[in-house]
T-cell receptor, first 117, second 112 residues
């Protein structure tokens, strides 16, 4: 299995532009998580889906952020409009029974490093 | 506010020594406890999970949990330079399956 796939790996954009981050989960994993990591705040959960349904979006910082999971193979995180304080590494992680040593193990993608100028 | 606290380090140990990493958490309802390792510029990867009080060993790693003291630790025996990374403690609590709350991590440096 290729693991969790994220694109793009790096994104540099200007303030006010729309940014879309993409994630392809590990096949068969039914839970998907979006995280943001910064030096100041560490790794924070933004939103997670179970069976394509958003379960907890309390970590989404503002209405500028939105996430979708139209099917079991694809999820997006969109920021519109982007601001310099959104600069961070955004990770997608997935989880599924039988996928690892532990049933609740989350597998992280390589991340998208976002820079908003 | 549910919090997970870790000493940011850096923690420096010589090769072959035991590295001890500590974590405290604020929510007594926390149910599951995890240690993730993150190399610089890479994504976190799970190395240990623990669910009940006591010790759990996996190779050179031992996780220790004390729910009464709201304390979880990770011991790395025979530390190797390849263990140099940031170690993230994470917890979940009942009713929030999958909602991992991470500490900010402890940076470990193992000197040859």
């Amino acid at each position: 299995d290729a693991g969790v796939i994220q694109s793009p790996r790096h994104e540099v954009t200007e303030m006010g532009q729309e940014v879309t981050l993409r994630c392809k989960p590990i096949s068969g994993h039914n839970s998907l998580f979006w995280y943001r990591q910064t030096m100041m705040r560490g790794l924070e959960l933004l939103i997670y889906f179970n069976n394509n349904v958003p379960i907890d979006d309390s970590g989404m910082p503002e209405d500028r952020f939105s996430a979708k999971m139209p099917n079991a193979s694809f999820s997006t995180l969109k920021i519109q409009p982007s601001e310099p304080r959104d600069s961070a590494v955004y990770f997608c992680a997935t989880q599924g029974y039988g996928g690892g040593r532990y049933d609740d193990e989350q597998f992280f993608g390589p991340g998208t490093r976002l820079t908003v100028l | 506010q549910k919090e997970v606290e870790q000493n940011s380090g850096p923690l420096s140990v010589p090769e072959g020594a035991i590295a001890s990493l500590n974590c405290t958490y604020s929510d007594r309802g926390s149910q599951s406890f995890f240690w993730y390792r993150q190399y610089s510029g890479k994504s976190p990867e799970l190395i240990m999970s623990i669910y009940s009080n006591g010790d759990k060993e996996d190779g050179r790693f031992t996780a220790q949990l004390n729910k009464a003291s709201q304390y979880v630790s990770l011991l790395i025996r025979d530390s190797q330079p390849s263990d140099s990374a940031t170690y993230l403690c994470a917890v979940t609590h009942r009713g929030s399956q999958g909602n991992l709350i991470f500490g900010k991590g402890t940076k470990l440096s193992v000197k040859p």
